[in-house]
């Protein structure tokens, strides 16, 4: 086993040469025209934007930030513009059943023609059918029908009436009808006058108002026919004038659409219906209330009397004679109604009503024929947009009903348009985990959603990838006004990038914040006057930013110092050891320092966890700590039980405790209590490990030493400080550059470690110890004390055990 | 009622009411005009007297108008219903009277209905006359068709025969078409010695300078006015008192149509 060394300055920080960039300030570099390192998300969605398969929409994953949106957008702008406009779509009136608005497809600006050639239309009509009805003819053939009901009317009331006056009975209207009265000479019989008469008199009187009655009322249940005669004579009549007005008009319109077959087929229908209720045109509009309307009692007029566009008129739903491709529609605020579109409703005499001119159209309409981006969280958290997202995926038809209508809530009579067919390319946008939790909670997922895009938290960083940031930087400063950033000022955002993205071989895919640094360095250069965003400026703005968002890690490390927190940084401990933790508030991510503690007694082998005991440990913190019991088991005394019981704890821990990267700190804290062999407080320890001892890379390794160093510059460094981290991390590093210049001057350290024998050798300065060729470590070493400590707890253990008994068995 | 007070001037209108119902609408625009003219509105409710003893005959029945049923007219219903019309026409006479701001009188009068007509548009300068709400024989459109046509191009149509009271009937005739934007229909009734020629010169030269379409028919004979208005059916019917009362009492037998009738 080799001692583990310190790493040099260079190993700490790998810095971006701005002398490798072929570019003085990004004023020289060409537009960005592509995504970034996001190779397998971008051929992803070009192959999900060219299947025309139904199934085949897109979920494109991955952390926000990452250009999703922009790329998406303009990708599928670019695939849009290729390929013909996507038609017009409009509802019209359902004649027959008015409730079902019938929907008309017709292409690419041909609705809007259509739109207004109707609106045309009703307007000469509005003009051609009062005229018809104005002529003298007209007058004289409706009179002529009229003048004959009413001549056949009068001879047949004035030959009753004769007939029964010749018989002595006079015919009376009363409120409610008509009546017979006996007369005698002109005046009615008074009731003194009818006591008088004769028995057979009145009895003859009586039956011949029954006689008369009888006729008369025959003659009367033959009124309604002649009535209806005349009504049908009237109706025909109107019905010849109103297509002699208009039948000429909608001929030519139907002949303009001649390709459109259902087009014409609607004409027909409403020429049809303009014959029909040809009166909706003959009413005057706009007359004030008049001495007609109060003595005769005029209703109010309906609104399609008021305007008969709203019958015949033509409600252009989606439009898209301005398109030159197919569309690309964002919808930013996917709720059900804004998806599927709805159907409004006006008040009217108190009440609302509705028709198909006030159905309006969704996102799915307007993106019909073409491509709908999304964002996944909003349509899974809008009430029922989901469902009716997949409902119209499934169907193929977009159907518009109200979600009340829509889970059987109401049942008052709504409009029921007709579905419209939709073709169409869904594209979700959505963090990962919602991916992952729709493909496994939601069966349909996969069936309409069978194209992933996954765009990655990072990419390599390669040459090509620092130019195209370059590029990006550049483009974004032109597009948003910002200056020119100099060489110096990307390569110190790509450092910053590979920082983030906590790898000093890979950058961050997370663009945004690089943007961010960008604009926010544009601001301070601005402050200093220069016209070319540096280095310095960027620098700045990066500390800024920390310095915004450090509230809660000062807080933390102003406690350590004043000794609240207990953190010792020199001197050596038994049991006791700094470890490092990460913590996240927000948007800034820090490390810290932890102290833990191991105790010992004789017992069963069985090392606790009060993390994991009272429920604040997490399930890989709580298998690292069981991997210990593994490791002590194997490593050292294999002929003899475990014989102790240890507690692990991290002190002045108040909130849980998750991921395995203090394993190795914890081990080193029992080794340290089991050897009863103190160790270094001056360096803290990061790193999983392993049943055989290896130390395994954890996340975060460069917050976690400046963690420390923090605490250590505070305190003042003494040369003696330091970290040891997993060997595996080394490739991660990115550190501040005050950590590498206390490297540099000696004053702090950083330790690889593969082994935890490295790592105890580092904290107690004591040889670790091979076995040798009998299998026994070497006295002197921390093995060789572990292992002996661990026999004497054995045998003490056996000797308790012995004693016990015997007395039980007495 | 949107007659403008300083062209007509009258000291009484009377509206004639008899047993079919309270037409409150009808009672208001009376109101409206007594109050237009600075007339004294006087409500006269017909009780008809042969009605009155056909009730209290054993042998009366009646044929729903509406039905065509026939039934038995049992004794004193027809006075019971007459009175209590009578009481209800007098309570909402009062009602628009107040609402006007008119000074009003209402009276109950019994006896033939044409003398009855006759009498009261012998003392009124203008009797409306209340259409008689279903008439037998008449053509009877539809509510909706007959608000239609009440909107539309129904006309104000006026009898015309030179004489003083047709006059002022051409004069209110025309100010109504005026105010209600409709046509006007002039009908000519030639009197003894008179040509349809020289009224209808009359007529016209009355009309010069309105702004009124109007027609100029020429009637048939008076025997037949009743069948011609069938046939043009009307908005509203004016006609001076003489020699017309006995037409318009027929007319309202048949049509649903006021009438005003001038003196």
Aim: hydrophobic content about 40%; proline content about 4%; some cysteine.
């Amino acid at each position: 086993m080799t001692a583990a060394k310190p790493l040099a300055p260079e190993s700490l920080f790998h810095p971006c040469d701005p002398a490798d960039f072929e570019f003085e300030t990004t004023d020289e570099l060409d537009d960005l025209v592509r995504i970034v390192g996001q190779d397998r998300a971008v051929e992803a969605v070009r192959f999900g934007a060219a299947m025309p398969v139904d199934g085949y929409n897109l979920f494109v994953l991955g952390p926000p930030g990452t250009g999703r949106h922009h790329f998406v957008s303009d990708f599928l702008a670019q695939q849009a513009a290729e390929r013909p406009a996507a038609p017009d779509w409009c509802y019209v009136n359902n004649f027959a059943e008015p409730h079902k608005p019938r929907a008309l497809e017709l292409p690419a600006g041909r609705g809007t023609k259509l739109r207004e050639d109707v609106a045309s239309l009703i307007g000469e009509v509005q003009t051609a059918i009062p005229s018809a009805f104005e002529t003298e003819d007209y007058h004289h053939r409706r009179q002529s029908y009229e003048r004959g009901f009413q001549e056949e009317q009068e001879r047949i009331f004035q030959e009753a009436q004769r007939h029964a006056e010749e018989r002595g009975i006079r015919i009376i209207q009363t409120p409610t009808g008509v009546t017979f009265a006996p007369i005698r000479s002109g005046e009615v019989v008074t009731p003194e006058e009818f006591e008088k008469l004769s028995d057979d008199e009145k009895k003859r009187l009586e039956q011949e108002v029954e006689k008369i009655g009888a006729e008369f009322q025959a003659l009367m249940q033959g009124t309604p026919k002649r009535v209806r005669r005349l009504r049908e004579q009237l109706r025909e009549l109107d019905r010849d004038v109103t297509v002699f007005a208009v039948g000429g008009l909608i001929d030519d319109l139907a002949e303009s659409y001649k390709d459109l077959p259902e087009v014409v087929e609607y004409l027909k229908e409403m020429q049809g219906d303009l014959i029909e209720n040809g009166d909706l045109f003959r009413a005057s509009r706009d007359r004030p209330e008049n001495l007609t309307q109060l003595i005769m009692g005029a209703g109010a007029r309906s609104q399609e009397q008021s305007d008969p566009m709203r019958r015949y008129g033509v409600n252009l739903l989606v439009s898209n004679a301005d398109s030159s491709g197919a569309p690309v529609v964002v919808e930013d605020h996917p709720a059900y109604v804004h998806l599927i579109g709805r159907i409004e409703h006006q008040a009217h005499l108190g009440t609302l009503v509705t028709d198909f001119q006030l159905i309006k159209p969704g996102a799915l309409h307007r993106a019909n024929h073409g491509y709908l981006v999304l964002d996944a969280r909003k349509v899974l958290t809008e009430p029922f947009a989901w469902s009716a997202l997949k409902e119209t995926l499934r169907s193929g038809h977009i159907r518009i009903e109200s979600i009340g209508q829509a889970y059987s809530l109401v049942s008052t009579v709504s409009l029921e348009p007709e579905p419209i067919p939709v073709q169409l390319k869904v594209v979700l946008i959505g963090e990962r985990m919602l991916y992952y939790l729709l493909e496994a909670l939601d069966p349909e997922f996969s069936e309409l959603f069978k194209v992933s895009a996954d765009f990655d938290d990072r990419m390599p960083r390669s040459a090509e990838n620092q130019t195209l940031l370059a590029q990006l930087l550049g483009t974004v400063a032109r597009r948003e006004g910002l200056n020119p950033l100099h060489c110096s000022a990307v390569a110190r955002v790509i450092e910053e990038s590979a920082r983030y993205a906590g790898d000093a071989e890979r950058l961050s895919a997370e663009l945004r914040r690089a943007i961010d640094i960008a604009r926010e360095a544009h601001s301070f250069a601005c402050q200093r006057g220069e016209a070319v965003i540096m280095a310095e400026d960027v620098q700045v703005a990066i500390d800024a930013r920390d310095r915004r968002q450090s509230r809660v890690r000062d807080r933390m490390q102003e406690e350590i110092l004043r000794g609240t927190l207990l953190i010792d940084t020199e001197g050596a401990k038994e049991g006791q050891i700094n470890g490092l933790a990460v913590s996240r508030v927000g948007q800034h991510t820090f490390g810290h320092p932890t102290r833990i503690t191991a105790r010992l007694t004789v017992g069963s082998g069985k090392v606790i966890d009060i993390e994991r005991e009272v429920e604040l440990g997490g399930p890989l913190h709580s298998k690292g700590v069981l991997i210990l019991s593994g490791f002590l088991a194997s490593h050292y005394v294999t002929d003899r039980p475990l014989s102790f019981s240890a507690t692990l704890v991290f002190e002045q821990s108040y909130s849980g405790v998750e991921g395995d990267s203090a394993s190795s700190a914890e081990l080193y804290a029992l080794l340290s209590a089991l050897a009863r062999l103190p160790i270094k407080q001056s360096l803290a320890v990061t790193g999983s490990v392993n049943q055989y001892g290896e130390v395994q890379a954890i996340g975060g390794v460069n917050e976690k030493i400046e963690g420390f160093f923090d605490i250590c510059h505070a305190r003042g460094l003494t040369g003696e400080q330091g970290v040891i981290i997993p060997m595996a991390n080394v490739k991660h590093l990115m550190l501040r550059r005050n950590v590498v210049d206390a490297v540099a001057d000696g004053k702090f350290h950083v330790y690889p470690v593969q082994t935890i024998d490295q790592g105890m050798e580092l904290l107690s300065g004591m040889t670790a110890g091979e076995r040798d060729l009998h299998g026994e470590f070497p006295e002197g070493t921390v093995n060789h004390r572990i292992t002996r400590r661990l026999i004497e707890l054995a045998d003490n253990r056996r000797a308790f055990a012995s004693d016990h008994g015997a007395e039980e068995r007495q | 009622m949107s007659v403008p007070s300083q062209t007509v001037r009258a000291r009484r209108v009377t509206v004639a009411l008899r047993g079919y119902g309270v037409d409150a609408r009808l009672l208001d625009a009376a109101a409206r005009l007594a109050r237009d003219t600075t007339a004294e509105l006087t409500g006269v409710f017909f009780e008809d007297i042969d009605l009155l003893r056909l009730a209290e005959l054993p042998v009366a029945i009646e044929i729903c108008r509406t039905t065509s049923v026939r039934r038995r007219v049992e004794a004193g219903e027809i006075t019971r219903e007459l009175t209590a019309q009578a009481a209800a026409a007098e309570q909402a006479l009062g009602r628009v009277a107040a609402q006007a701001g008119v000074t009003w009188s209402f009276r109950v009068v019994r006896g033939a209905v044409r003398a009855l007509l006759e009498a009261a548009a012998a003392e009124a300068d203008i009797t409306i006359v209340a259409a008689a709400h279903g008439a037998l024989w008449g053509y009877r459109e539809s509510a909706a068709q007959a608000d239609r046509r009440a909107q539309d191009e129904a006309p104000v149509a006026v009898v015309f025969d030179a004489s003083e009271p047709a006059k002022r009937a051409l004069g209110i005739a025309v100010r109504l078409a005026v105010a209600e934007q409709r046509p006007l229909t002039v009908i000519l009734s030639p009197g003894e010695g008179e040509t349809g020629e020289s009224l209808r010169e009359q007529a016209q030269r009355a009309l010069a300078g309105q702004s009124v379409r109007y027609h100029v028919l020429d009637a048939p004979q008076n025997s037949h006015l009743m069948a011609f208005l069938c046939a043009h059916v009307p908005s509203m019917l004016v006609v001076p008192v003489s020699p017309f009362a006995d037409a318009v009492h027929d007319l309202q037998q048949r049509l649903d149509v006021p009438a005003l009738l001038v003196r």
